[in-house]
């Protein structure tokens, strides 16, 4: 394990001593958010990405010692193991080289080559690999013997070439150099398959198409393969042959005479046997897991800064799932949530419905006393959103809310649990208010993949994609913090050191026992133990508390040393909290200890001026241009307001109110050139576009930010996060930016 925590600390370049801490921490149960937060002075102020990535690696090294003690374990048990042997597998520092290594000893069912040895005729392969200047036939023809099942001279010299043939494609370092130029050196091919260009047409990019293997982005690899599983394309990867084979001739051909003919017939048929479909099998692989890798990091970035999406807060909202023939269903709730009443009406469908559904509405409003109407996205949204402005409610502001995924909320057991009495409708238009209102808080009750971001999320490795939005859930939940006494048992999962059971226990008891008053309370939750609290506590505020550090993000454990500062300027907790002048006068050096430095009095400072502060942006108002309803309604040329809604590694796509998200290539973003959208751009940002192309019968619609830039606030919010880094959360660009160059020091 030393050796991993110098392994580690090299590539992450930090030092041995943070990532043993941060190793032992993470074995003692604690998790990601804890550690970055709550234990700075042991890890050296690592922050979340730095603490997973040890995390993933430590169990990377972890997986490739326990294959390599079951291969050695393997070939003790089968007599094989040498000093030499084992020492090569001991030096393996990844688990392709460590499987090359037992390749040729690893158990098989049986080749050409086991049945040529299983006749006697490896003594004939090793002397032909040799090389040297002998007569071959005379040497082949003491093998022939027809009870082995050596019946000539023929079957003598094929045997021998099928043993030196799996020989050379089992060679550990072969292998090694041919898949560097497999990857180096190939190409992708797709082309259409016979009869497929109509079916097929969404592809037609790839119906001839040639592309370098070490260039392919991942977007491109997974569309392709996602056309050969749905039979459209025939994909192939096509190597260098000539430079192939001449390195294996360079490896292997050791003279000029009739053994090294033997030996290149055997090379000939080793390669297109054997070691070019292992290549390109593996090769296969290695793309799709590259190309996995950056499809998620691209989705969980968008999803974190989804979920970081600014709230609207605690106001009362009417919400509008719309429709045309079926009607619009028509929810009102509380501060909280609540639903208080719902409705259908139908202003799409005659004079007479528009009335009612104008009175409904008002009728609502004023009886609810409604601030904000949300209105979803899908189907008859704009129509619906030009009904209820036409409306001109005094005080109320319309919003158009991103409605990706309420319906699969609306079919969810957490929704038939939460409204057992209500139909799918109403519940998604719940769901379309509620996440108007945080979005966080609703959007962690829906699938992170069903949420409307990202690309080939259903052809990526799930478990790593869980695995990674997870990850991304966990961390967006922790750093906004959650209210005990209002927050679901879904968002309370998200909270280090609970899980869904322990959410369940917290709400049970919160229902029995009512509001908690004080963080210590949890402690009389059913299983929650004392390393759970220590986990979770800092995470959940209580709003109105007996302790006015319950409002804060100060850890309990802390609760004693912010409570000496107030003594020690003989002041209540209370008055540190609301005097800048009382907090500005503490000596902070003077409450240095072993476990308590400076990151950490810091962090506890900031906390006491803005208790439980919301790390999100502002909300602002945001609507569409009048009379663009649909893609018919546009022109080349037009400048339009619209809202990024998913962001790929070759652009971003645009909501501009017409039902089909339009594509501002990366080319067309900015004037300058970046590498990556998200140096400019997030998810949820509002933008000024302008339409350059509009193909309706493909539903294709190209934007252009570049005349816009000067009107586009994307670049100013980056340089403003980067400018408040040391008071706010991270960034969402850097910690992806971040985690790529963490990941790609692992490869």
Known sequence: MVTHFKKIAAELSITEKQVNATVNLLDEGATVPFISRYRKELTGSLDEVEVAAIRDRTQQLRDLDKRREAILKSLTDMGKLTPE???????????????????????KRKTRATTAREKGLQPLADVIMEQGRFDVDAEAEKYIDTEKGVKDLTEALGGARDIIAETISENADVRTKMRELFIEKGTFQSKVADGKEEEGIKYKDYFDWTEPVKSAPSHRILAMRRG?????????IKPAEDEAIALLDGTFIKGNNAASDQVRLAIADGYKRLLKPSMETEVRLFTK??????????????????????????????????????????????EQG?????????????AGNVKEAEKTVKHLTEKFNIQAIAIGNGTAGRETEVFIRNLNLPGVTVVMVNESGASIYSASDVAREEFPDKDVTVRGAVSIGRRLMDPLAELVKIDPKSIGVGQ?????????????????VISCVNAVGVELNTASKQILAYISGLGPQLAQNIVEYRDQNGAFKRRDQLKKVARLGDK???QAAGFLRIRDAENPLDTSAVHPERYTLVEQMAKDLNCSVKELMTSDKLRKSIPLQKYVSETVGLPTLNDIIAELAKPGRDPREQFETFS?????????????????????????NFGAFVDIGVHQDGLVHLSQITNRFIKDPNEVLKVAQKVEVTVTEVDVNRKRISL??????????????????????????????????KLAALKNKFK
């Open 456 to 472: 080939y999320q259903h052809d990526v490795d799930q478990n790593k994609l869980q695995t990674s939005l997870d990850d991304t």
């Open 704 to 737: 252009s930010m570049k005349e816009n830039e000067k009107q586009a606030p994307a670049k100013k919010h980056t340089d403003r996060n980067v400018a408040n880094r040391q008071s706010k959360p991270q960034p969402e660009t850097d910690i992806a930016i």
């Open 289 to 334: 897991k590259k190309a996995d890798e950056e499809a998620i990091r691209v989705f969980a970035e968008n999803a974190r800064q989804l979920l970081l999406g600014a709230p609207l807060g605690q106001k009362r909202v009417m919400a509008v799932d719309p429709g045309f023939r079926t009607g619009c269903k028509v929810v009102c709730l509380d």
């Open 532 to 534: 759970a609290y220590e």
């Open 228 to 236: 050969e599983k749905e039979e459209i394309l025939w994909l192939d």
């Open 624 to 648: 569409f241009t009048e009379g663009v309803n649909a893609i018919g309604d546009l022109k080349v040329g037009m400048k339009l307001p619209g809202i990024v809604t998913n962001i790929t």
């Open 85 to 107: 042997l084992e020492a090569k597998i001991n030096e393996a520092e990844t688990m392709v080289l460590l499987e090359d290594i037992y390749l040729p000893y690893r158990p």
């Open 338 to 350: 609540k639903l208080l009443e719902n409705a259908t009406i139908y202003p799409h469908t005659g």
